[in-house]
C-alpha cells in the first residue's frame, strides 16, 4: 500500500479528518481483508460527521487510504453531482486539501454509492464503496452468530434455494441488485446496494475494491484479478439488466440507464446513470466531423 505523509496537521484539523493511529487501524484492517477475500473484517468504528448509514464505512477507509497526491471521485448513483457525492467531495477537499475530479481515468481513488464506473478501472486505482448491509445471509439468517457459522463452513445452500424459489414463482432469478457473488470461489459477499449489472465489472478487475460498512463495522475486499462468480444454476445462468432504447443524451446502447421522468402526462426517456460516461460520450460526438451534412 502506498505511503501517506502526515505533515498537514498545523490547519487543526488531521490530515483527511481521522487522527493516525485510527487511519493505521483502518489500514491493517485492508490489508487483512485484501488477504481473505470477501471475508468480512470487524474494525473499530469512529465517529464521523454524518449519520451511521450515509457513507461513514466509505468515508473511513477513503480517509485511511487517501495521500496528499491523490485525485478523487466521488460518485452516487453513477453522478458526480448528487448530494452525497458533493458534500463528500467537498468534506475531503476541507479536510485534506486533495484534488478532485470528476474524470474516471483520471482519479486514483474512487469512492461510490450504488454504482461501478462504466469506464474500465485500471492498476493503482482504488475503488471504495459505501455499504448500508454487509452480511448476504442476513435476510435469511437474522443471527449473526449462525451466519458467522455459514461463512466458516462455506454452507451458501440457502442463498441458492432463495434464488431458485425465484425461478419457481416468476420463472426467472428476479434480484436485480445486491446479487450474491461469490469471492475467490470461497466467501460469499454482499457486493453493496450495486445493481446485478455491474456484478461482472467486478471480476477480475485491475483496481483494488474495498466495501467499508460503518454502522455494522466491517470491511471487505476484492484484490485485483480476482474472481467473483455471481451465483446462478447450469439452465438459468446468470444474465444482467437489458434496455430496447438506447440513452437519450449519448446514444449508448451498453451502460446502465436510468428512467427519468420528462413531464406531468408521464413522458420518459433512459439516460446513462454514469454522468462522467455520458458526458464523455457526447463531447466525442461533438468533436466528430458531422458525416450525416457533410463538411464545407
Given at each position: 500500500?502506498?505511503s ?9 484539523y ?18 487483512k ?6 471475508y468480512?473484517v ?16 466509505g468515508?473511513?477507509i477513503?480517509?485511511?487510504?487517501l ?28 479536510v ?8 474516471t ?8 454509492r ?8 485500471t ?11 454487509p ?8 443471527r449473526e ?8 463452513y462455506?454452507?451458501y445452500?440457502a442463498?441458492q ?10 420463472g ?7 446479487y450474491?457473488a ?7 459477499m454482499?457486493p453493496?446496494?450495486?445493481p ?11 483496481a ?6 460503518g454502522?455494522?463495522?466491517r470491511?471487505y ?11 446462478d ?6 444474465e ?5 432504447g ?10 446502465y ?40
Open positions: 500500500m502506498r501517506i505523509t502526515t505533515n498537514y496537521s498545523d490547519d487543526g488531521n490530515f483527511a479528518f481521522l487522527d493516525e493511529q485510527t487511519k493505521r487501524m483502518v489500514r491493517r484492517t485492508l490489508l481483508a485484501l488477504s481473505i477475500p470477501g468480512q470487524p474494525f473499530g468504528g469512529r465517529e464521523m460527521p454524518l449519520a451511521s448509514g450515509w457513507g461513514t464505512g468515508i473511513q477513503t480517509a485511511s487510504v495521500g496528499p497526491n491523490d485525485r478523487l471521485k466521488v460518485i452516487d448513483q453513477g453522478a458526480d453531482d448528487t448530494t452525497n457525492a458533493v458534500s463528500i467531495r467537498r468534506f475531503f477537499q476541507t485534506a486539501d486533495i484534488s478532485v475530479t470528476e474524470s481515468e483520471e482519479a486514483t481513488i474512487i469512492q461510490t450504488h454504482r461501478v464506473p462504466e469506464a474500465p478501472l492498476e493503482g486505482q482504488i475503488l471504495v464503496y459505501q455499504v448500508p448491509e452480511e448476504p445471509l442476513r435476510k435469511l439468517i437474522p452468530s449462525e451466519t458467522r457459522k455459514m461463512h466458516a462455506a454452507e445452500g442463498m434455494v432463495t434464488l431458485y424459489e425465484n425461478i419457481a414463482r416468476f426467472r432469478i428476479a434480484k436485480t441488485y445486491d450474491p461469490m469471492i475467490n470461489g470461497r466467501f460469499l454482499s453493496s446496494p450495486i446485478k449489472f455491474d456484478n461482472p465489472k467486478m471480476a477480475n478487475n485491475p483494488i475494491q474495498f466495501w467499508g460498512a454502522r455494522e463495522k470491511i475486499a476484492v484484490p485485483p484479478y480476482t474472481s467473483v462468480r455471481s451465483l444454476f447450469d439452465d438459468h445462468p446468470f444482467v439488466q437489458t434496455w430496447q438506447c440513452c437519450a443524451l449519448c446514444g449508448s446502447t451498453v451502460s440507464l436510468d428512467e427519468v421522468i420528462t413531464d406531468d402526462k408521464g413522458s420518459r426517456m433512459f439516460v446513462c446513470s454514469d454522468t462522467d460516461f455520458c458526458n464523455t460520450r457526447q463531447a466525442q460526438a461533438a468533436a466528430q466531423p458531422n458525416s450525416a451534412g457533410g463538411e464545407s
